[in-house]
């Protein structure tokens, strides 16, 4: 792995070396589908979907919680249960466990938060063998304090190059095409900028 990573970063190049490890990458929609296919491989898997989870099932002392309840296809205002041994809440960012746990009388988890100020922008290219020699990725990473930009060129399946460009605190790429190409071309190095400058936009 090591020896396939072209990364820029405090001002510099780090050295490529063989590292013994190997790493394997693709765009999060395919690792996604292939953890499905995975998971539902177990006998003892099954998969409810749409399922629309309405709030909480407790124990009758309100101890722990024993299951949730899942609205109805047909009548929003009706709800079954699904009891389990263990509820797992994997909803990400968009998920409310704190206005759950509040309905059952239990507060949330204490939360601190720093804010960064992190924004990105990704997008899709046609991959050609001649995009890139002598390395199979790219990352630019930032010095800090004075710089705040980030970018990296990963290979994904179907032949095609991921690239993500972000900033900190509030610095945020453009998503229009010559923004974001503006941007790249503003790294400290054009390692990004090179492989994009004529490739295919997929995205």
Same mark, same amino acid.
């Given at each position: 792995m090591g020896e396939a990573i072209r990364w820029y970063h405090y001002d510099g190049y780090k050295v490529q070396f063989k590292s013994g490890l190997a790493a394997v990458s693709m765009s999060r929609v395919? %690792?996604?589908?292939?953890?499905? &296919? =995975?998971? %539902?491989?177990?006998?003892?898997? $099954? %998969?409810? =979907?749409?399922?629309?989870v309405t709030h909480l099932i407790?124990?009758?002392?309100?101890?722990?919680?024993?299951?949730? =309840?899942v609205a109805s296809n047909t009548a929003q205002d009706q709800a079954s249960p699904i009891l389990a041994d263990l509820v797992v809440q994997t909803g990400g960012r968009g998920a409310t466990p704190g206005k759950?746990? =509040? &309905?059952?009388g239990f507060s949330g988890p204490s939360e601190d938060e720093i804010s960064v100020g992190v924004g990105y922008a990704t997008r899709l290219y046609r991959r050609r063998p001649t995009d890139l020699t002598g390395a199979k990725l790219v990352m630019i $990473?930032?010095?800090p304090p004075h710089q705040k930009h980030m970018a990296f060129v990963f290979p994904v399946e179907d032949d095609r190059w991921i690239v993500s460009a972000g900033g900190w605190l509030g610095d945020h790429p453009p998503t229009d095409d010559a923004g974001y190409r503006e941007f790249l071309r503003n790294l400290p190095v054009a390692d990004v900028f090179n492989v994009i400058q004529h490739a295919e936009p997929l995205s």
């Open positions: 395919f %690792l996604e589908w292939r953890i499905r &296919q =995975a998971v %539902l491989a177990f006998p003892n898997v $099954s %998969l409810r =979907a749409p399922c629309p407790t124990h009758p002392d309100r101890t722990h919680v024993i299951g949730v =309840a759950w746990l =509040a &309905q059952i $990473s930032p010095t």
